[in-house]
């Protein structure tokens, strides 16, 4: 099993952005898939999670601005990312369990992040 994320990089403050993350070793329409964030000196938090039937969880901070999808064709998870903020720079990590754990940091397979600035 593996996730490979990418997409990251620096944008200015209102800028969007686009995260992927290919699976491989399972389906992607069989497990359940998030978007987690870890800053400097913070603990990681959930971002965006999405069940197999395709309904997304949002924290609170990123709802109305951030899309969680899921493309099982290409067995890819994504994050759209708009109207970017300062405080949303972190590294970006894609996670995913055959459990519905949503937001929970309790996932059993993890990608090796990729970096968001914004400044």
């Known amino acids: 099993v593996q996730l490979v994320e990418s997409g990251g990089g620096s944008v200015q403050a209102g800028e969007s952005l686009r995260l992927s993350c290919v699976a491989s070793?399972?389906?992607?329409?069989?497990?359940?898939m998030a978007w987690f964030r870890q800053a400097p000196g913070k603990e990681r938090e959930g971002v965006a999670a999405?069940?197999?039937?395709?309904?997304?969880t949002y924290t609170y901070s990123v709802k109305d601005r951030f899309t969680i999808s899921k493309d099982n064709v290409k067995n890819t998870l994504y994050l759209q990312m708009n109207s970017l903020e300062v405080d949303d720079t972190a590294m970006y990590y894609c996670?995913?369990?055959?459990?519905?754990?949503?937001?929970?940091?309790?996932?059993?397979?993890w990608g090796q992040g990729t970096q968001v600035t914004v400044s």
């Open positions: 070793g399972f389906t992607s329409s069989s497990v359940y």
């Open positions: 996670a995913a369990d055959f459990h519905n754990l949503q937001l929970a940091r309790s996932y059993s397979y």
């Open positions: 999405i069940d197999t039937t395709g309904m997304p």
